[in-house]
């Protein structure tokens, strides 16, 4: 019988370390570990390179001030106002350092990463202003093969996004990290794991690995077992991002839900305007466990009902 | 042309003009990705694919292809799947023209959807680069800025997130693909054929004057004063855009 990975968000805290390069999962406002960050923002772990196609997962740990510096595609909540408050802020105070980069160099650096090399040559990057945001870290590099022409390509060599640890939330999964997406799309959390020393995911249903196998096809079953160090059960943990939600939008003309909780991302965007709406938000919803944290949220959604009687 | 169609004409509201140039820009485009990153060239991109152009792929904007072209907002049959990491695939292939937005533009075309002011200390943050260094360097590129200003069209732009034509190494061949094909505005139908790839008016949107523009843009525009007036739109189209693609008017909330 293979390991059982099961554990508690605790077990994952305690094996957080200051300084940490962390690679975070999901996209935007989409299938984030939602739960391992408020867990993560709860912890003393502090100076985190974050790696990541941002949301408000890096919102929340820029929100917690844990964020030293970040490496990202973009950041963005997918609907308005679109722009990340707490990621604004950490920007326009100059609290982080940012690597920003195109989005298709996170995915070209996770696969350097996955495959133990240093780079990969991407065309992406060159005559933009990411060469300036890298401070010299990002170099270009010739081809020893010219173009019929006889001139050679200069690409941009995008170092490996070696992480320390992923962060990743799937649907579905057994106790010993085989997993599945059910949406529409993976997004790029296999190479998160495949880039990462420590693995964490995070899923909405805990099932046997017959129940998992037998619940989608096999092109869904997105990581194995050794992809993954650690597996939390966490119940709608990818709240407020796109919740798992999956047998909809698996289907295939769905475009409209995603089970995205956009009234409450609305509501986490209006609470970061004031210290003191910002303070009861976190008191009701960051400063509690993820258990207080699902029935704040479910209180919090009976109360938005009656208000609109 | 019959009295009914030209008094239809003689409506054609602004956004209209705007939907149709947004369809020019995908003009033999062929059998590639047509990818709108907002509701007017979103709309230009289903109707040329309506008229002219019925080999473009276009999407439902989350991971599917779509096999018709449904109206804006709706769903319809699919005919194949494009989750985020294949996009990148498509974007390195070059088969893709993307119509994104822009904060900033300058003469050359660079671009800034990033944020403003300094790299590490922005006064403003935006969305950070995304996609836009990706797109530019690999494929067809067009800009839609419905409020065209000077504060968009100024001398230079903070943050250069899609790459303009002051950048190319010509020695690079890895350049060779940067192509900003079109700017449409508000005001007009724009290109970088201008000397040495700067920003040339190829027309202006019926009741836009060239004083308009030039008061409302940073830096001089090459051919402002010949610009002729953008075409108008064809029974077919008007019809295809007001009873097919935008019933509801959405194209008249992102252009007033």
Known sequence: ?309 | MSTVESQALAEVGRAEYCVISCADIFSGAGEIMASPMAPVPLLGARLARLTTEPDLLITDGEALIFADTPGIGKSGPIEGWMPFRKVFDVVASGRRHVVMGANQIDRYGNQNLSAFGPLQKPTRQMFGVRGAPGNTINHPTSYWVPRHSARVFGDSVDIVSGVGFDKVDPANPAFDDLDIHRVVTNLGVFDFGGADHTMRALSLHPGVTADEVAENTGFEIEGLADAPETRQPTAEELSLIRDVLDPRGVRNKEVR
């Not at chain 1, 390069?21 to 960050?37: C, D, F, Y």
């Not at chain 1, 909540?77 to 160099?105: C, H, Q």
């Not at chain 1, 270009?140 to 170092?159: E, F, H, K, N």
């Not at chain 1, 320390?164 to 997406?181: C, E, I, P, S, T």
């Open chain 1, 1 to 309: 019988m293979p390991t059982d990975k099961t554990s508690t968000l605790d077990d994952v805290v305690a094996e957080l370390r200051d300084g940490m390069t962390i690679g975070i999962g999901g996209w935007g406002s989409r299938r984030k570990p939602m739960a391992l960050v408020r867990a993560i923002d709860r912890s003393d772990v502090k100076d985190l390179t974050v790696v990541t196609y941002g949301g408000p997962d890096l919102g929340l740990l820029c929100a917690a001030g844990k964020v030293r510096r970040a490496y990202y595609g973009f950041v963005s909540l997918d609907s308005a106002p679109f722009y990340d408050p707490w990621f604004a802020k950490a920007r326009t105070n100059g609290e982080i350092e940012v690597r920003e980069m195109d989005e298709g160099m996170v995915k070209c650096g996770l696969e350097a990463a996955a495959a133990r090399l240093p780079f990969l040559p991407i065309r992406a990057g060159l005559g933009s202003d990411v060469l300036k945001f890298w401070e010299g870290e990002l170099k270009t590099v010739q081809s020893p093969y010219p173009d019929a022409d006889g001139r050679t390509q200069t690409l941009i060599a995008m170092p490996a996004l070696k992480l320390d640890a992923a962060f990743v939330h799937l649907d579905l999964a057994d106790a010993h990290g085989n997993a599945a997406y059910t949406g529409v799309d993976p997004y790029f959390d296999d190479l998160y794991c495949a880039a990462a020393e420590r693995r964490y995911l995070e899923t909405d249903q805990l099932v046997s690995t017959e129940v998992l196998v037998k619940t989608v096809p096999h092109q869904r079953l997105l990581l194995n077992r050794m992809n993954v160090d650690r597996v939390v059960h966490t119940p709608n943990g990818a709240h407020f991002t796109f919740a798992g939600a999956g047998s909809a939008a698996s289907g295939p003309n769905v475009t409209a839900d995603y089970g995205r909780d956009e009234k409450f991302q609305q509501f986490y965007v209006a609470s970061a305007k004031e210290p003191d709406t910002w303070e009861a938000f976190s008191r009701r919803f960051l400063q509690v466990d993820e258990e207080t944290y699902q029935r704040e949220v479910s209180a919090w959604q009976d109360e938005q009902k009656e208000d609109g009687q």
